[in-house]
T-cell receptor, first 117, second 115 residues
């Protein structure tokens, strides 16, 4: 069982819809991530939050808007998406307090499979 | 810039035979190296990491990997493959002191273990 929970597992939306992806972890991790993954390709980093502050934005289009309401939750708000945004969106977390960020493995959720009509 | 290469898109192996998945890296500075596995319709699962110390690293599910600095490689190995090891494997690198907390992934290697 994964320790990072993502909801919903599947999402179909039109290009004019607004929806949100949710991610939750209760491991006390201080870093949380959003990735986009196309079929049979490696994950592509989108955003990194460290201690609930956005630390990395990989030049992601503004139609994707991340939010970190508290240390356990991470949201990704979606608006006016394009068909090419259809993908698996993965959330991950890492780094318990007091441990170096850079050598801790990331723990991934099972993702939300997003389809844009 | 850091990069990771997995030269084989797919590896086929018979059950019970040794399994090797290759990974080479290119970084400035000391690399932190990771292996992940992804089963269909699942997220990535951490297998093992090399940070420092022994070049042979042991991980989950009987997997191990050997860090070779002179060849800039970090190949994943399992002495006796199982059908259940069939999955997509990713090598990843994080560089010490790099801006942010980023992983660079290789392109992935699909492993197919036949009974």
């Amino acid at each position: 069982d994964t320790e990072v929970t993502q909801t919903p597992k599947h999402l179909v939306m039109g290009m004019t819809n607004k929806k949100s992806l949710k991610c939750e972890q209760h491991m006390g991790h201080r870093a949380m991530y959003w990735y986009k993954q196309k079929a049979k390709k490696p994950p592509e980093l989108m955003f990194v939050y460290s201690y609930e502050k956005l630390s990395i934005n990989e030049s992601v289009p503004s139609r994707f808007s991340p939010e970190c309401p508290n240390s356990s939750l991470l949201n990704l708000h979606l608006h006016a998406l394009q068909p090419e945004d259809s993908a698996l969106y993965l959330c991950a977390s890492s780094s318990s307090p007091g441990t170096p960020f850079s050598n801790q493995p990331q723990h991934f959720g099972d993702g939300t499979r997003l389809s844009i009509l | 810039a850091q990069s990771v290469a997995q030269p084989e898109d797919q590896v086929n192996v018979a059950e019970g035979n040794p399994l090797t998945v290759k990974c080479t890296y290119s970084v400035s500075g000391n690399p932190y190296l990771f292996w992940y596995v992804q089963y269909p319709n699942r997220g990535l699962q951490f297998l093992l990491k090399y940070i420092t110390g022994d070049n042979l690293v042991k991980g989950s599910y009987g997997f191990e990997a050997e860090f070779n600095k002179s060849q800039t490689s970090f190949h994943l190995k399992k002495p006796s493959a199982l059908v259940s090891d069939s999955a997509l494997y990713f090598c990843a690198v994080r560089v010490l002191k790099a801006a942010g907390n980023k992983l660079t992934f290789g392109g992935g290697t699909r492993v197919l273990v036949k009974p």
